[in-house]
């Protein structure tokens, strides 16, 4: 047994989560000892942490459980959260001390997982840094591909929007749509001119900045024969102008709501647009990435070589790496709603 700090949740918020380590503060430190290790069991020691807007469901107050995709994280529990870790002691056969791994864990220093839960994190073509296997090269991109490609079956002819477009999922779903699908037109949306001008270098033809006062006439600017295609990642406002924005017969993939996560339902943005979606016909389709599992290895290779023959830009812009002792680890998950990443927010435990 080993001695570990763990972040558990302390009370589910209302709104944003309270960091202040208060009584009322949305996560607690504790410290606890991880189990004795068994047959077909590794001790990990957490290098990296992944943070993804999808957390926040799992432990809001006002979503019925049973309308999840995944079991909440329920008070009194360890913060769930996907990582690259190092094998530090192992009793299965297909591990050894010192080996790299992904995981789906918790906000642990050390933990004892079942060795048929994680997957090997092997050195990565070009040098790249293995924080990519929590974006790019992990469930991020296989969003990303699964929601452009599968759920609203981009061709060469349309015209695609992607919002969050500088975010992990975005802005690989900017470089499938263009580059691997080669659709016609490739538009992003994203919170700072500094930002649009890295989406436009990832392959966009435009992105725009929905914090301008100019956002709505530069959308509609940007598409004036109207959007075949749109990737949602944020809901709220946004989504309901692009309703106003898609031509007849749409599609519209809604992988996120971000702009609502930190919302009470006092609070929460509404649709006014919806009729669009009737009298347009748009077809609008929710996913969870984790129904297409299966394909995470094939994809994987997909990317794999669009990296090796430069298809694909996949780098240090790509990922926003916070070093964070691991009393901070919910201050940089944080950011994740302040938008101050560029790409994946990766924590790395220092």
Same mark, same amino acid.
């Given at each position: 047994?080993?001695?570990?700090?763990?972040?558990?949740?302390?009370?589910?918020?209302?709104?944003?989560?309270?960091?202040?380590?208060?009584?009322? %503060?949305?996560?607690? *430190?504790?410290?606890?000892?991880?189990?004795?290790?068994? @047959?077909?069991?590794? =001790?990990?020691?957490?290098? $990296?942490?992944? /943070?993804?807007? #999808?957390?926040?469901? &799992?432990?809001?107050?006002?979503?019925?459980?049973?309308?999840?995709?995944?079991?909440?994280?329920?008070? +009194?529990?360890?913060?769930?959260?996907?990582?690259?870790?190092?094998?530090?002691?192992?009793? #299965?056969?297909?591990?050894?001390? +010192?080996?790299?791994?992904? %995981?789906?864990?918790? &906000?642990?220093?050390?933990?004892?997982?079942?060795?048929?839960?994680?997957?090997?994190?092997?050195? *990565?073509?070009?040098?790249?840094?293995?924080?990519?296997?929590?974006?790019?090269?992990?469930?991020?991109?296989?969003?990303?591909? $699964?929601?452009?490609?599968?759920?609203?079956?981009?061709?060469?002819?349309?015209?695609?929007?992607?919002?969050?477009?500088?975010?992990?999922?975005?802005?690989?779903?900017?470089?499938?749509?263009?580059? *691997?699908?080669?659709?016609?037109?490739?538009?992003?949306? #994203?919170?700072? @001119?500094?930002?649009?001008? &890295?989406?436009?270098?990832?392959?966009?033809?435009?992105? *725009?900045?929905?914090?301008?006062?100019?956002? #709505?006439?530069?959308?509609?600017?940007?598409?004036?024969?109207?959007?075949?295609? $749109?990737? @949602? /990642?944020?809901?709220?406002?946004? =989504?309901?102008?692009?309703?106003?924005?898609?031509?007849?017969?749409?599609?519209?993939?809604?992988?996120?709501? !971000?702009? /609502?996560?930190? /919302?009470?339902?006092?609070?929460?943005?509404?649709?006014?647009? &919806?009729?669009?979606?009737?009298?347009?016909?748009?077809?609008?389709?929710?996913?969870?990435?984790?129904? $297409?599992?299966?394909? !995470?290895?094939?994809?994987?290779?997909?990317?794999?070589?669009?990296?090796?023959?430069?298809?694909?830009?996949?780098? @240090?812009?790509?990922?926003?790496?916070?070093?964070?002792?691991?009393?901070?680890?919910?201050?940089?998950?944080?950011?994740?709603?302040?938008?101050?990443?560029?790409?994946?927010?990766?924590?790395?435990?220092?």
């Amino acid at each position: 047994m080993v001695k570990t700090r763990q972040w558990i949740l302390n009370k589910k918020p209302d709104d944003f989560p309270v960091i202040d380590g208060s009584s009322n %503060a949305t996560f607690k *430190l504790v410290e606890n000892e991880t189990p004795e290790l068994k @047959d077909g069991q590794v =001790l990990l020691k957490t290098l $990296y942490f992944s /943070n993804d807007p #999808a957390q926040r469901g &799992w432990i809001s107050k006002l979503r019925d459980p049973k309308r999840l995709y995944v079991p909440p994280v329920e008070e +009194g529990k360890p913060m769930r959260a996907g990582n690259v870790s190092e094998v530090v002691e192992s009793k #299965a056969d297909n591990y050894k001390k +010192g080996d790299h791994v992904r %995981a789906q864990g918790s &906000w642990s220093e050390y933990q004892v997982v079942d060795a048929t839960g994680v997957v090997p994190a092997p050195p *990565l073509p070009k040098g790249l840094s293995e924080t990519h296997y929590l974006g790019a090269l992990g469930l991020t991109g296989l969003t990303a591909y $699964y929601g452009i490609k599968e759920v609203v079956r981009t061709t060469k002819d349309d015209v695609v929007v992607v919002s969050g477009a500088a975010g992990a999922t975005g802005s690989m779903v900017v470089q499938i749509a263009k580059k *691997l699908l080669h659709a016609k037109t490739v538009i992003g949306i #994203a919170g700072t @001119d500094e930002k649009c001008r &890295w989406v436009e270098s990832l392959g966009a033809d435009k992105c *725009l900045n929905y914090k301008s006062s100019s956002f #709505a006439k530069d959308l509609i600017a940007a598409t004036p024969d109207f959007a075949d295609v $749109y990737f @949602d /990642n944020v809901g709220g406002e946004i =989504l309901d102008l692009m309703f106003s924005r898609m031509a007849r017969y749409g599609r519209i993939a809604a992988c996120g709501a !971000i702009s /609502n996560y930190n /919302n009470s339902a006092d609070k929460t943005v509404g649709l006014k647009n &919806w009729f669009e979606v009737i009298s347009m016909r748009i077809e609008v389709k929710g996913f969870i990435v984790i129904d $297409y599992l299966h394909k !995470i290895q094939e994809v994987s290779e997909i990317f794999k070589k669009g990296i090796e023959d430069g298809t694909l830009q996949v780098g @240090d812009e790509g990922e926003h790496v916070v070093d964070t002792k691991f009393e901070d680890v919910p201050k940089t998950w944080v950011k994740l709603f302040e938008g101050a990443n560029q790409g994946k927010l990766v924590t790395k435990l220092v």
